[in-house]
């Protein structure tokens, strides 16, 4: 009989080695070639502007300057809410199905253009190429299409009411979607005959000003989109602005809360998305597999800047020994490193602040007593902002990883025993944004679903998106929903 010696290995994981000698194929770059101006202006009335105030937005994962952006002020917004207001009688007066050609043409010039647009949005944000290219571009091109279907159908979607456009909407979003926020917020603001400024945030503007040049280049009629660029003080003044008539928010809860003491003050109507600290819960009964796959897509991929993330992993006792084995080998293979590659899993953390953030949150959980494992086997690149895939055992609930919001690619891994104890422990949290539930009983994904306080649940899957399916939060999650019919809902006064 021959013996075969054991593989070296350095590491306390014995497959550590061996994984990353398997995975250590060649570099796929993307090879195409983007144009990026070195400064760019506002997008006020249909024209870009030139104001003198700028402030760079970086590659993150380069840390190279991309461009400078305009700073917008008190001033500049004024002029945008001005132009939104101006444009808003003729485009409110204009046919559904008139409107709805708009959109198709904004959709159809998205799909055309999409490859440049999702390596830009990798460039800004840090989020690696196949998921830029493979889920936001075709999300974004679809929510447009979605509402270009509404447009002229609106009495359909409201038949027993009379109904009107709100009129001019602030619309703000954050940097961890920064075109797909932008086409939920839009859209179905357009399809309904509003106006709208829209505010990207401040590490990721550019894509938000390529959906600038489509507007112009479709002939969008002048003010019924404006782009504003800017830090929180330009966000500030908009939601401010006397004369907006309706705010829409994805971002942190803390500024929600904010924004939401200021339309309550002006009776002004304001839908939340806000943070979520979301649990995924797998019974013993799950297909163990899956659901590891599941874990990787729930926390991993984006970096973990995902709101409805499942940063939360509740695992029935029986099986957690299984799970966190199978989820030690799946991590050493994910690759972590330059976005722009096409093999690449998880990209750069956003930006310096968050990467700080994360990196305090791992001080944190081991100094509060869990346990950190970052089984990933790669190289990280010299430069740039990049976390390991990391999980946290022996967390309590009470832990500060267990109740705060990350928003990076760590998970903090619980147990529980019964399906009561999973059900509590899931809504053990200030938010309700999102669940997943995994087992292979029809039933019992009825009976959990229904009793979890979150917006979405999803069931032996987790992090799916449908322009037709409502997407919102319960609690401090937020209130509205967007996308499918509901999403119209806040678009309109009945
Ligand atoms: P954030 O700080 O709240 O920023 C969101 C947006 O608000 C940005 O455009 C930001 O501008 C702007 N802003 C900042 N201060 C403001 C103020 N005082 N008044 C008006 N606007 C202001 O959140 P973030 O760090 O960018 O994004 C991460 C958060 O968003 C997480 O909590 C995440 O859960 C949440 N999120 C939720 C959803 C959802 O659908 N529920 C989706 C994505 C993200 P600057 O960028 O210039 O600061
Ligand atoms: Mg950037």
Same mark, same amino acid.
């Given at each position: 009989? +021959?013996?075969?010696?054991?593989p070296?290995?350095?590491?306390?994981?014995?497959?550590?080695?061996?994984? &990353?000698? #398997?995975?250590?194929?060649?570099?796929?770059?993307?090879?195409?070639? *983007? /144009?990026?101006?070195?400064?760019?202006?506002?997008?006020?009335?249909?024209?870009?502007?030139?104001?003198?105030?700028?402030?760079?937005?970086?590659?993150?994962?380069t840390?190279?300057?991309?461009?400078?952006?305009s700073? &917008?002020?008190?001033?500049?917004?004024?002029?945008?809410?001005?132009? #939104?207001?101006? !444009?808003?009688?003729?485009?409110?007066?204009?046919?559904?199905?008139?409107?709805?050609?708009?959109l198709?043409?904004i959709?159809?010039?998205?799909?055309?253009?999409?490859?440049? $647009?999702?390596?830009?949005?990798?460039?800004?944000?840090?989020?690696? *190429?196949?998921?830029?290219?493979?889920?936001?571009?075709?999300?974004?091109?679809?929510?447009?299409f979605?509402?270009?279907?509404?447009?002229?159908?609106?009495?359909?979607a409201f038949?027993?009411?009379?109904?009107?456009?709100v009129?001019?909407?602030?619309?703000?979003?954050p940097?961890?979607?920064?075109?797909?926020?932008? !086409?939920?917020k839009?859209? @179905?603001a357009? !399809?309904c005959?509003? +106006?709208?400024?829209?505010?990207?945030?401040?590490?990721?503007?550019?894509?938000?000003?390529?959906?600038?040049?489509?507007?112009?280049?479709?002939?969008?009629?002048?003010?019924?989109?404006?782009?504003?660029?800017?830090?929180?003080?330009?966000g500030?003044?908009?939601?401010?602005?006397?004369?907006?008539?309706?705010?829409?928010?994805?971002g942190?809860?803390?500024?929600?809360?904010?924004?939401?003491?200021?339309?309550?003050?002006?009776?002004i @109507?304001?839908?939340?998305?806000?943070?979520?600290?979301?649990?995924?819960?797998?019974f013993?009964?799950?297909?163990?597999?899956?659901?590891?796959?599941?874990?990787v %897509?729930?926390?991993?991929?984006?970096q973990?800047?995902?709101?409805?993330?499942?940063?939360?992993?509740?695992?029935?006792?029986?099986?957690?020994?299984?799970?966190?084995?199978?989820?030690?080998?799946?991590?050493?293979?994910?690759?972590?490193?330059?976005?722009?590659?096409?093999?690449?899993?998880?990209?750069?953390?956003?930006?310096?602040?968050?990467?700080?953030?994360?990196?305090?949150? $791992?001080? *944190?959980?081991a100094?509060?007593?869990?346990?950190?494992?970052?089984?990933?086997?790669?190289?990280? @690149?010299?430069?740039?902002?990049?976390?390991? @895939?990391?999980?946290?055992?022996?967390?309590?609930?009470?832990?500060?990883?267990?109740?705060?919001? *990350?928003?990076?690619?760590?998970?903090?891994?619980?147990?529980?025993?019964?399906?009561d104890?999973?059900i509590s =422990?899931?809504?053990?949290?200030?938010?309700?944004?999102?669940?997943?539930?995994?087992?292979? =009983?029809?039933?019992?994904i009825?009976e959990?679903?229904?009793?979890? =306080?979150?917006?979405?649940?999803?069931?032996? /899957?987790?992090?799916?998106?449908?322009?037709? %399916?409502?997407f919102?939060?319960?609690?401090?999650?937020?209130?509205?929903?967007?996308?499918?019919?509901?999403?119209?809902?806040?678009?309109?006064?009945?």
């Amino acid at each position: 009989m +021959t013996t075969h010696a054991a593989p070296a290995s350095t590491t306390s994981h014995p497959h550590a080695l061996d994984f &990353a000698r #398997a995975w250590d194929y060649s570099p796929a770059p993307e090879t195409a070639k *983007i /144009t990026i101006a070195p400064r760019y202006g506002l997008f006020i009335n249909g024209q870009f502007t030139n104001p003198p105030n700028t402030f760079e937005t970086i590659n993150p994962a380069t840390e190279e300057t991309l461009s400078e952006v305009s700073l &917008a002020s008190a001033k500049d917004v004024d002029r945008a809410v001005a132009a #939104a207001r101006a !444009a808003f009688p003729k485009w409110a007066a204009l046919p559904g199905v008139e409107r709805a050609k708009y959109l198709f043409r904004i959709a159809r010039r998205i799909q055309e253009r999409s490859r440049e $647009l999702a390596i830009l949005e990798t460039m800004d944000g840090g989020k690696p *190429i196949k998921e830029s290219r493979d889920v936001d571009l075709p999300l974004v091109a679809q929510h447009f299409f979605y509402y270009a279907g509404w447009a002229d159908k609106l009495r359909y979607a409201f038949p027993s009411s009379s109904f009107a456009p709100v009129g001019v909407c602030a619309q703000i979003i954050p940097w961890n979607f920064p075109l797909m926020m932008a !086409a939920w917020k839009i859209a @179905p603001a357009l !399809a309904c005959g509003n +106006t709208v400024i829209l505010k990207p945030a401040e590490t990721t503007p550019l894509t938000a000003l390529r959906l600038a040049e489509i507007f112009q280049e479709i002939g969008l009629p002048p003010g019924v989109v404006n782009i504003v660029t800017g830090d929180g003080s330009t966000g500030a003044a908009l939601a401010n602005h006397k004369d907006i008539d309706k705010i829409a928010f994805t971002g942190s809860t803390d500024v929600g809360k904010r924004l939401a003491k200021v339309a309550a003050q002006r009776a002004i @109507p304001i839908t939340l998305e806000l943070g979520g600290k979301s649990a995924n819960i797998i019974f013993d009964d799950a297909p163990i597999d899956q659901a590891v796959e599941g874990i990787v %897509s729930a926390i991993y991929f984006n970096q973990g800047h995902v709101c409805c993330a499942g940063s939360r992993l509740l695992v029935q006792e029986g099986v957690v020994d299984e799970v966190i084995a199978k989820l030690r080998i799946r991590l050493q293979s994910l690759r972590v490193g330059d976005p722009l590659d096409k093999n690449t899993d998880v990209g750069a953390i956003n930006s310096k602040m968050q990467f700080d953030k994360i990196n305090e949150y $791992l001080k *944190i959980g081991a100094d509060e007593g869990a346990t950190l494992e970052q089984p990933n086997a790669c190289t990280l @690149p010299k430069k740039g902002f990049f976390c390991r @895939p990391t999980f946290f055992t022996g967390v309590q609930q009470s832990h500060r990883i267990a109740r705060e919001e *990350i928003f990076g690619p760590v998970l903090a891994v619980m147990t529980f025993r019964t399906p009561d104890e999973a059900i509590s =422990k899931g809504n053990n949290t200030p938010y309700g944004l999102s669940a997943g539930v995994w087992t292979s =009983k029809g039933s019992k994904i009825f009976e959990t679903a229904g009793k979890l =306080k979150a917006g979405v649940v999803w069931c032996n /899957t987790f992090n799916q998106f449908d322009a037709s %399916s409502p997407f919102g939060g319960y609690k401090e999650s937020g209130f509205g929903r967007e996308g499918g019919l509901h999403g119209l809902r806040p678009y309109v006064r009945l």
